[in-house]
Nanobody, 115 residues
Framework: QVQLVESGGGLVQAGGSLRLSCAAS????????MGWYRQAPGAQRKLVAT???????NYAESLKGRFTISRDNAKNTVYLQMNDLKPEDSAVYFC?????????WGQGTQVTVSS
């Protein structure tokens, strides 16, 4: 049973930084793409960033330059470094992995940015 455990969310002032982590466990299969999505209240879940097992990254255009995604394949862990945070970045951030053609989701971690 695949499990994704997220950590690193919290409350931060505008201009601050947070680093999210998501560790995948429960399977020995190779993970293809790992990524982060976010969902604000009343809004749809949206892409933040993804990274392939080869290290190719993809970002939401509006987040380029402030957010950085990375992964440690040996630990099956994906990270999201978020800098210069803004109140509009407040949302629940969800970890996602693609493995054997199936999507898996974490439970989400709340990020709140105060002005």
């Amino acid at each position: 049973q695949v499990q994704l455990v997220e950590s690193g969310g919290g409350l931060v002032q505008a201009g601050g930084s947070l680093r999210l982590s998501c560790a995948a466990s429960g399977s020995n299969f190779r993970i293809n793409t790992m990524g982060w999505y976010r969902q604000a209240p009343g809004a749809q879940r949206k892409l933040v960033a993804t990274i392939t097992n080869g290290g190719t990254t993809n970002y939401a255009e509006s987040l380029k330059g402030r957010f950085t995604i990375s992964r440690d394949n040996a630990k099956n862990t994906v990270y999201l470094q978020m800098n210069d945070l803004k109140p509009e970045d407040s949302a629940v951030y969800f970890c996602n992995i693609l493995m054997l053609g199936r999507d898996y989701w974490g439970q989400g971690t709340q990020v709140t940015v105060s002005s």
